[in-house]
């Protein structure tokens, strides 16, 4: 303020706080001679030049843009929550009277991008009281993401290419285990490992569309089209995803 530094953080310093937070906020203290006087903020990247927004504001009036513009996604996010576990628990009360296990994996994805979005929401710091706990439901629940899709789509497709998913299910999860105890060995931290399960999570898309293609030239799709334009949407969102991310 008027030229003069009032306030800093480096995440790196913050004891028990992860390196690569995924938000934070300075409290700098006003007194009458600041009437007037230009303020500055000055952002140093960590290692991506990605920014996400920087909100300035005076007491709690700062939380007022940020709820007005990201109240809806959280709405969002907990109906999707509620919708996953909704499906999950139908797929128990109709087990005996049709094949529930698809209705179960939808159900399961469902809920996990719910947990994804609101862990990665812009009001996460309201929602999760410590930023760890933000950090570990976002990554666990992107890392697992293709695993579930995976098991989703192969019984949608009645196992028949069930040895490839099984093993782009299992890569997935052995590298969602190796990237967990890197980070509480403090080796590598979560945030590092990601590109690891980022290019398993490629893998699974590119398998899955090579399952649907196979089923294209032998009219097999017929029996799931509907789903299977719903999966082509969803792989499309991800590779989006993976896109803005790099």
């Not at 179960?104 to 809920?111: E, K, N, P, S």
């Not at 410590?130 to 890392?143: A, G, H, Q, V």
């Not at 098991?151 to 190796?178: A, N, P, W």
């Not at 898309?205 to 719903?230: N, P, Q």
Request: charged content about 15%; glycine content about 4%; overall charge neutral.
């Amino acid at each position: 303020i008027a030229g003069k530094l009032r306030s800093s953080y480096i995440s790196g310093e913050l004891p028990n706080k992860d390196y690569y937070l995924p938000s934070a906020y300075v409290v700098v203290e006003l007194h009458d001679d600041d009437a007037g006087q230009e303020v500055e903020i000055h952002v140093k990247n960590k290692s991506t030049p990605v920014l996400n927004g920087v909100t300035l504001g005076y007491g709690a009036n700062v939380w007022s843009p940020v709820l007005h513009h990201y109240l809806i996604q959280v709405f969002f996010a907990v109906d999707t929550i509620i919708l996953g576990c909704l499906t999950a628990i139908l797929c128990f009360l109709i087990r005996k009277k049709v094949e529930s296990r698809p209705i179960l994996f939808l159900g399961l994805l469902i809920m996990v991008v719910g947990i994804w979005v609101l862990s990665e929401s812009n009001l996460r710091q309201l929602i999760f009281h410590r930023p760890s706990l933000s950090t570990y439901f976002s990554f666990l629940s992107l890392e697992s993401m293709a695993a579930l899709a995976c098991m989703y789509f192969d019984r949608v497709q009645k196992k028949r290419y069930h040895l490839t998913y099984l093993i782009v299910e299992s890569c997935i999860l052995g590298q969602l285990l190796v990237n967990l105890s890197l980070h509480f060995c403090r080796t590598a931290n979560l945030y590092e490992s990601l590109v690891f399960s980022h290019f398993w999570s490629g893998i699974a898309i590119i398998a899955a569309l090579t399952c649907l293609f196979r089923d294209m030239k032998s009219h097999k799709i017929e029996e799931y089209r509907m789903v299977a334009i719903g999966f082509l949407l969803f792989m499309a969102m991800c590779l989006i995803e993976l896109v803005q991310f790099y």
